[in-house]
């Protein structure tokens, strides 16, 4: 019976010295052990409970058998999140805090039984083999509470796996995940009208549910929709939080949203409070620009700008919330071009539409005197310097409009527009001469238009002192030509606008905004040859009449010289089949197939306004540099929110 029982504690001491031989090549080796936040020290403390048992001395069979099954346990859990070390989520880093909590314990009680001496642990050995078979059981119970935090997240991962998308990262919506509220219009991507619009919730945040369409052709494919523009992570920019998931039919992504009007954050405010508004969103508008200028996104040097931005708008937090597909062939004027639209309308003043604008890099320019303005607020300073700011690129505030019909003006003649229906009238009330130092001559440059093309970078062309001919050939590559004459030198606008434009106003008791500046006149001539057929055998099923002659392969329009008042003449010029000039009248030539322009009507203007915002901010700060100047017509305690 001896020799049994020696042979069974010699084979169980040969296990135990396995399994600590096993735990140290571990803990020193397994990257497991040394990342997984416990499982070293739970590996440290059943090293130290196996190595007490190991030294002790007597009948140890039980303790042999408590410190193995801990090694086991070790063993069994290195093992098991080795083969996911992913998987490690809140329910399974409990169970191992538990676990190092128990095995703590059981080290603590088994290191106090194995101080005893060898006789009292005999005496005492129905206790003591009671309190290790319930460590033995406490140990088994970990073991099973450890798996089942294994498969807890095994299943929050594969359900998580099937709730993004492994390339992308975008999640997988389902429609029990969304909440949709309300239709907000169709959208577009790139140049395509692709679904439409819908405002709706997710886990109580407001987004867009945009929908495609799978009826268009020619549109691109869904995938490419998803991925059109980069990875965008900016606070100003709607990011894509994900898509349909694949098992439903129908085919949507989902955005961020801004959900607050622009013009609902200026309403009710006084002007110095819209004005901050106006810089800052000039700063996220820009540095946002910018952002994805550097990720490749197309933006546009010459751009008209036309309802620029359509989804500007705040999300519930009053941060700009600008979608990204607003920003292609956009630039750095847009924003003010869609605040000047919005305020337009909401103070009922005709908006002209489509402008073009300063589109310069003002953020530094805007930030800084957004700085200087708030850094004044409820303080009882001194004149603040504004003339730094008026002088730079941000004081660019005008934008220049198109008159909409025939109008009798020249560059330089600046009064208001007086509108009966859709007719429009200029009034004149002046020139800019008579208030504005001219700056140097009038600035002419040449435009040319390439067949089916847009308009070629403008050409300096003075205007010739004599008559100059044009040639324009049937086969050729030019079909119109334009004159422009302009004000030489920004510093005249702006030596008008912030200088004498308010005072023009209040004299005729009209609004700042509605006097214009006519800024720009062009001069036209085309012509304009029929793409489908030889112009010389076209009938009246194209609209010309069978009675008119063909048009000549070249044709020619003679440029006349200016009038000894330095005006251009009108008509500017004349066309003709000859080549050289002759002395007028000049007849309308009508050929069959060819469209002459530069008729009285071929003369086009464009002028230069602020809007009702602009004209705030412009008497805003015109207030400030005159109380800078002036000091002795104001208290020097004056503080700005008393200049309203």
């Known amino acids: 019976m001896r020799s049994t029982r020696r042979s069974r504690n010699f084979a169980s001491g040969d296990a135990l010295a396995n399994a600590i031989c096993a735990l140290e090549v571990l803990q020193a080796?397994?990257?497991?052990?040394?990342?997984?936040?416990?499982?070293?020290?739970?590996?440290?403390?059943?090293?130290?409970?196996?190595?007490?048992?190991?030294?002790?001395?007597?009948?140890k069979e039980r303790y042999v058998r408590l410190a193995r099954r801990a090694a086991e346990l070790s063993l069994h859990i290195e093992k098991s999140i080795e083969s996911d070390p992913q998987a490690i989520d809140?329910?399974?880093?409990?169970?191992?805090?538990?676990?190092?909590?128990?095995?703590?314990?059981?080290?603590?009680?088994?290191?106090?039984?194995?101080?005893?001496?060898?006789?009292?642990?005999?005496?005492?050995?129905?206790?003591?083999?009671?309190?290790?078979?319930?460590?033995?059981?406490?140990?088994?119970?970990?073991?099973?509470?450890?798996?089942?935090?294994?498969?807890?997240?095994?299943?929050?991962?594969?359900?998580?796996?099937?709730?993004?998308?492994?390339?992308?990262?975008?999640?997988?919506?389902?429609?029990?995940?969304?909440?949709?509220?309300?239709?907000r219009g169709t959208y577009r991507v790139g140049c395509y009208d692709v679904g439409q619009e819908w405002q709706g919730k997710w886990d109580g945040r407001t987004v867009v549910v945009r929908t495609i369409r799978q009826s268009r052709l020619d549109q691109?494919?869904?995938?490419?929709?998803?991925?059109?523009?980069?990875?965008?992570?900016?606070?100003?920019?709607?990011?894509?939080?994900?898509?349909?998931?694949?098992?439903?039919?129908?085919?949507?992504?989902?955005?961020?949203?801004?959900?607050?009007p622009l013009m609902e954050q200026f309403r009710g405010k006084d002007t110095l409070s819209r004005i901050l508004l106006w810089l800052q969103h000039i700063v996220d508008y820009q540095e946002a620009f910018r952002y994805l200028d550097e990720l490749g996104l197309p933006v546009s040097d010459c751009h008209s700008h036309d309802r620029c931005l359509p989804s500007a708008m705040l999300n519930e937090e009053g941060r700009l919330i600008i979608d990204a597909s607003d920003f292609e062939e956009s630039n750095l004027g847009c924003f003010q071009s869609r605040l000047r639209t919005i305020c337009d309308e909401e103070h009922g003043a005709l908006s002209p539409g489509e402008d073009f604008a300063n589109d310069d890099d003002v953020a530094l320019h805007a930030s800084s005197l957004l700085s200087l303005l708030r850094s004044s607020i409820g303080k009882q300073n001194g004149p603040i310097d504004v003339e730094p700011f008026i002088n730079s690129d941000l004081g660019n505030i005008w934008a220049s409009h198109t008159f909409r019909t025939e109008v009798s003006a020249q560059w330089g003649d600046y009064g208001y527009i007086k509108r009966d229906g859709t007719a429009e009238t200029f009034i004149r009330l002046g020139h800019i001469y008579d208030l504005v130092k001219p700056t140097g001559k009038i600035s002419t440059f040449l435009l040319k238009r390439p067949t089916g093309d847009d308009w070629r970078p403008a050409e300096d062309y003075p205007w010739p002192e004599d008559m100059v001919t044009h040639t324009f050939h049937l086969d050729g590559d030019i079909d119109e030509i334009a004159v422009v004459r302009t004000l030489p030198d920004d510093c005249e606008y702006h030596d008008f606008f912030w200088n004498h434009a308010e005072s023009v106003a209040e004299e005729h008791g009209i609004p700042l905004y509605d006097i214009v500046l006519f800024e720009e006149v062009f001069h036209y001539a085309g012509a304009i040859y029929d793409d489908e057929d030889d112009p010389r055998d076209l009938n009246e099923s194209h609209g010309w009449s069978t009675g008119l002659q063909g048009a000549p392969s070249t044709l020619y329009f003679h440029q006349r010289p200016l009038l000894a008042s330095g005006e251009a003449p009108r008509p500017w010029g004349y066309w003709s089949p000859d080549s050289d000039p002759i002395p007028g009248p000049w007849p309308i030539l009508p050929y069959r197939g060819v469209e002459l322009t530069c008729r009285r009507e071929s003369m086009r203007c464009n002028y230069a306004r602020?809007?009702?915002?602009?004209a705030e901010v412009l008497s805003y700060l015109n207030r400030l540099r005159r109380r800078s100047h002036f000091t002795q017509d104001f208290h020097p305690s004056t503080r700005i929110e008393e200049l309203e």
């Open 29 to 59: 080796a397994s990257n497991v052990v040394v990342n997984v936040p416990f499982l070293s020290v739970i590996f440290g403390s059943v090293l130290g409970l196996a190595r007490a048992v190991e030294t002790a001395t007597g009948d």
């Open 610 to 614: 602020v809007s009702t915002f602009e």
């Open 90 to 183: 809140e329910t399974l880093q409990s169970s191992l805090i538990q676990l190092h909590g128990l095995i703590s314990r059981i080290r603590g009680d088994v290191e106090r039984q194995l101080r005893r001496t060898a006789l009292d642990r005999f005496l005492h050995r129905a206790s003591i083999a009671t309190i290790l078979d319930d460590h033995i059981d406490a140990l088994d119970s970990a073991w099973r509470a450890f798996d089942t935090a294994c498969l807890i997240a095994l299943r929050a991962k594969m359900e998580k796996q099937a709730m993004y998308d492994d390339h992308s990262q975008l999640r997988l919506f389902r429609w029990s995940d969304l909440r949709c509220l309300k239709v």
């Open 220 to 260: 691109p494919d869904y995938n490419a929709l998803i991925s059109y523009y980069p990875n965008i992570h900016h606070p100003y920019i709607a990011q894509v939080l994900g898509y349909s998931h694949p098992s439903l039919n129908e085919r949507f992504y989902v955005m961020d949203a801004g959900v607050v």
